[in-house]
């Protein structure tokens, strides 16, 4: 911001031909960038100009029997030449995090807790129903809770990227719509580092995508 | 300070330079100060209705002028004696500290262009006019002069309390001439139906009361009186769309409904279902119910519009061009055939706007969904494609309200921009301005009978409109706080408006007074409702309440005779305790919304929040 300001007033005075940027430079240099970022409402007297002159016309007649009634084509979105690409089936297996929100109405779901990115080894630890590798969800949704483990490993550490095995609690499925978090990890890192970055950007992305 | 054109104007603003010496502007006031509070007790209520207006103007006349350090000590000594309503006004007064900080803000620009109104009774007015006329330096006077308007009544001055109720908004009260037009709030004539004895029966229609030849029952509901209401607009005063075969089977279910209806009363409360919206985190923002209660749309602020199936009945969307050409277009269901099934859920998603969702209104149809966002711009969704049809462009800020007429077509909206704008669905510019608050517009309703529209603002009053000629036609203020709530009582003979702080109030509109006010939440009301004959009010709240009101016991016994009128003297009885008839608390859940199904039962809605 600052440098945009001061390269603006360097302009303004080179213009006014001044050798050195003034204080008036720069104060007509914040105020052009403020006039274009930030627009405050019409003032009060044009509000009301323009009421009046609205406000003379009389209410138009309706006609009868026109089916729906909507302007003119040209000011409808009646015909968009795009779709939106629904966000079912979607779930790819590369190394990617989906986040997809729903919501449910009456329906008892509980939210997965944070999970905390425990140290990447290939041990499963298993919760109540072990399902096979989860990495391709066929449109279904599932909450996951990915257990905290916090074993340590002081030593060496795996040669090869291990993907962290996602594991789905059946017994957490409820009706139709809830939050999943899908979380393919891979890393190579050391145990000491679980990783906070990006599990500051998963949670960047659902509050995103909600 | 850039000035429209506006002669007036000008020459008010160019009136705003050095008047007296700076430095003496903390005498001036502390001297008026002085005088006031040894004035006589009866007096010095009305009096001291000056401090507010006087202490803003004179600190804003300082700021224009550049005198900071004056301005910042005037600000300092004198802030803390305003009365407690103010302090957030105050606050936002405290961070103008230079001429260019005002220029951006229309709000302040309003307050410092309009006259702020003071309703003082003649004798106070004498005795203050005579005291600051014997000054020599009577800076204050001309300050009053320029900037306040005084409406002066004959009559006993008023005591703190009655001022109390009545102040509140940035521009004071409401001149005795704004509130004096005639409003005409009695409902319009619905065609005469006959309910069918059983579904077998072709059903009859007579309009205008020609009988047919078969003479089925006619129904009890609709009134049968051939005089008009002479508080009733005409029936052509405003265009209305006329009803459709679907319109008029929805009104014999709406009758045959009504029929069952369940009495409601002190005696028998209506049994309150909650829809909890889980899992929106904060995001709900919008939520509205169709009349029959069928469906319920959920404004988000992730920018998408969800609409559910509450009954058992799926939301299908209409088939494709190309399945809809092979059905049999004469077979009975082709109302059913339509649809397709494939499409069958019971929660559809409406992608579009790019911006919070703020206020979302179902059709009286049913085939309609309004949504506005804070993208500016207003959106046509329909609920038998589920696509978007149409946006509206007109507002250019946030949309804070939208809302159907209660006949379809026109719709009302209101945003950051001050102004409320009317609009028909098929017409791409609003066919009305209604301009006038001196901040946003938060909230806006329109009257039962569809002539009139009711728009509560962040100035904290609330206006009633005129669709014919846009038109202000009653300004009440009162409350405290920005409005949010708005709702029309069935016989459209009253308002009660709910804001921040808390209370609701309860508005005449015939004679343009308030009626009643009802304490007892602690948080801004954001959901009223009457019950569908007008005897139960329900208020909903961010304390995560929904409150019982006994409605007709309130509007019983006004006292509503040409002095009162004429002076404003309201003398609202402390009755909040006698005319609650319940509360009753969520886990959580803040209510947002609130509706009487046909039937009498009510409903709520709020998203679930863990706090």
Request: with cysteine; glycine share 6%.
């Amino acid at each position: 911001y600052v440098t945009t300001i001061l390269e603006d007033a360097k302009i303004y005075s080179s213009h006014a031909k001044k050798s050195n940027v003034d204080a008036d430079d720069v104060r007509l240099a914040i105020q052009c960038r403020t006039d274009q970022s930030f627009t405050s409402p019409p003032p009060r007297d044009f509000l009301l100009d323009i009421a009046r002159q609205k406000n003379q016309t009389p209410l138009p007649l309706i006609k009868p029997y026109s089916g729906p009634r909507l302007p003119p084509d040209r000011y409808c979105l009646t015909a968009p030449n795009y779709r939106l690409k629904s966000l079912q089936k979607k779930v790819s297996s590369s190394a990617g995090r989906i986040t997809v929100p729903r919501l449910s109405v009456g329906a008892v779901s509980s939210r997965p807790s944070t999970p905390t990115l425990g140290t990447p080894s290939a041990q499963t630890v298993s919760v109540s129903a072990k399902v096979g590798t989860p990495v391709s969800l066929g449109g279904q949704r599932f909450t996951v809770q990915i257990p905290s483990s916090q074993a340590a490993v002081k030593t060496a550490t795996p040669t090869t990227p291990t993907v962290q095995n996602v594991l789905i609690n059946p017994s957490l499925i409820g009706p139709k719509n809830i939050l999943i978090t899908t979380n393919m990890v891979s890393s190579q890192s050391t145990a000491s580092e679980p990783n906070p970055l990006k599990r500051k950007h998963e949670e960047d992305d659902d509050y995103d995508n909600l | 300070v850039a000035v429209e054109d506006q002669p007036d104007v000008s020459a008010v603003l160019s009136a705003y330079n050095q008047q007296g010496d700076p430095t003496l502007y903390e005498e001036y006031y502390s001297g008026l100060k002085h005088f006031i509070e040894c004035s006589l007790d009866c007096h010095r209520a009305e009096l001291s209705q000056l401090f507010y207006p006087l202490f803003v103007h004179m600190y804003l006349e300082l700021v224009y002028n550049q005198h900071e350090s004056e301005a910042k000590s005037f600000f300092e000594r004198f802030h803390g004696d305003q009365e407690c309503y103010y302090q957030d006004d105050l606050r936002v007064l405290s961070s103008l500290t230079k001429k260019e900080h005002m220029k951006g803000n229309e709000t302040m620009l309003d307050f410092r262009t309009s006259k702020f109104v003071l309703r003082i009774s003649r004798d106070s007015y004498q005795l203050l006019k005579r005291h600051l006329q014997e000054k020599q330096n009577n800076q204050i006077w001309n300050i009053v002069q320029e900037h306040l308007y005084i409406d002066i009544f004959d009559g006993m001055p008023r005591s703190k309390q009655q001022i109390d109720a009545m102040v509140g908004s940035l521009a004071g009260e409401a001149k005795r001439e704004a509130n004096k037009a005639k409003v005409f709030f009695g409902l319009l004539k619905e065609p005469e139906f006959d309910v069918p004895l059983d579904d077998e029966d072709e059903e009859g229609e007579n309009e205008e009361g020609k009988p047919k030849k078969k003479k089925p029952k006619k129904d009890s509901v609709g009134s049968k009186s051939k005089k008009q209401d002479p508080n009733a607009p005409p029936q052509n005063r405003i265009p209305l769309p006329e009803l459709k075969d679907s319109d008029k089977l929805d009104k014999v279910m709406n009758m045959k409904e009504a029929a069952r209806r369940v009495r409601l009363g002190p005696e028998c409360l209506p049994s309150i279902c909650f829809y909890t919206f889980l899992n929106a985190y904060q995001g709900l923002t919008a939520v509205d119910i169709t009349d029959d209660s069928s469906m319920i749309v959920g404004g988000f602020a992730d920018s998408t519009v969800r609409v559910w199936s509450v009954t058992p009945k799926k939301l299908r969307s209409v088939k494709t061009a190309a399945d809809l050409s092979l059905i049999d277009k004469e077979s009975d269901d082709v109302l059913e055939r339509i649809m397709d099934e494939k499409t069958a859920s019971e929660l559809k998603i409406l992608y579009g706007h790019s911006g919070p969702v703020y206020g979302t209104s179902f059709s009286p149809d049913r085939n309609y969904l309004l949504s506005c966002s804070e993208d500016g711009t207003v959106r046509l969704w329909s609920l038998q494609t589920f696509t978007c049809l149409v946006g509206y462009k007109g507002h250019n800020y946030p949309v804070w309200d939208t809302q159907f007429s209660p006949y379809g077509y026109y719709f009302v909206s209101g945003g950051h921009d001050r102004v409320a704008r009317l609009w028909a669905t098929d017409h791409y510019q609003p066919l009305r301005i209604f301009a006038g608050h001196l901040a946003d517009v938060t909230c806006t309703r329109f009257h039962p009978n569809s002539n009139y529209i009711a728009t509560g603002s962040a100035d904290r009053t609330i206006r009633l409109w005129d669709v014919l000629n846009g038109n202000c036609v009653r300004i009440f203020t009162g409350h405290k706080g920005p409005i949010h709530s708005l709702a029309f009582s069935p016989n459209g003979r009253f308002l009660a408006t709910g804001a921040t702080d808390g209370r609701v109030l309860l508005w005449d509109i015939g004679h343009g007074l308030m009626v009643g006010e009802l304490k007892g939440h602690t948080d801004t009301i954001y959901a009223l409702r009457f019950s569908r004959d007008g005897e139960i009010l329900a208020s909903g709240s961010m304390d995560n309440t929904v409150r019982l009101w006994d409605a007709v016991k309130a509007f019983e016994d006004l006292e509503t005779d040409d002095f009162t009128t004429a002076t404003g003297h309201i003398n609202l009885p402390e009755n909040s305790q006698d005319l609650l008839l319940g509360t009753y608390m969520t886990k959580s859940t803040p209510v947002v919304h609130l509706h009487f199904t046909r039937r009498n039962l009510l409903l709520a809605a709020g998203a679930y929040s863990s706090q």
